[in-house]
Nanobody, 115 residues
Framework: QVQLVESGGGLVQPGGSLRLSCAASRSLFSFNVMGWYRQAPGKQRELVASKPNWGSTHYADSVKGRFTVSRDNAKNTMYLQMDNLKPEDTAVYYC?????????WGQGTQVTVSS
């Protein structure tokens, strides 16, 4: 069973930065696609960024230029660097990994942007 564990969330002021981590229980190369999603209160879960194993990263328009996905394959960990955070970025952030028809989700980490 695949386990994904997110960390790094917290409370930050507008304009601040956070880096989220997603640690996987096996090699990141075993997944076709990995991504970050978020869900704000009362809203549907939405895609933040999606990174195919061998392709370029896709970002939602709302985060382009502010968020960056990276990965450390030796640590089986994917990161989401979030800069210039806005109150509308407040949400629970989830890591997702997909392999063929199987999707795996982490438990989520809360990000709150507020002054």
């Amino acid at each position: 069973q695949v386990q994904l564990v997110e960390s790094g969330g917290g409370l930050v002021q507008p304009g601040g930065s956070l880096r989220l981590s997603c640690a996987a229980s096996r090699s990141l190369f075993s997944f076709n696609v990995m991504g970050w999603y978020r869900q704000a209160p009362g809203k549907q879960r939405e895609l933040v960024a999606s990174k195919p194993n061998w392709g370029s990263t896709h970002y939602a328009d709302s985060v382009k230029g502010r968020f960056t996905v990276s990965r450390d394959n030796a640590k089986n960990t994917m990161y989401l660097q979030m800069d210039n955070l806005k109150p509308e970025d407040t949400a629970v952030y989830y890591c997702k990994a997909s392999q063929m028809q199987d999707d795996y989700w982490g438990q989520g980490t809360q990000v709150t942007v507020s002054s």
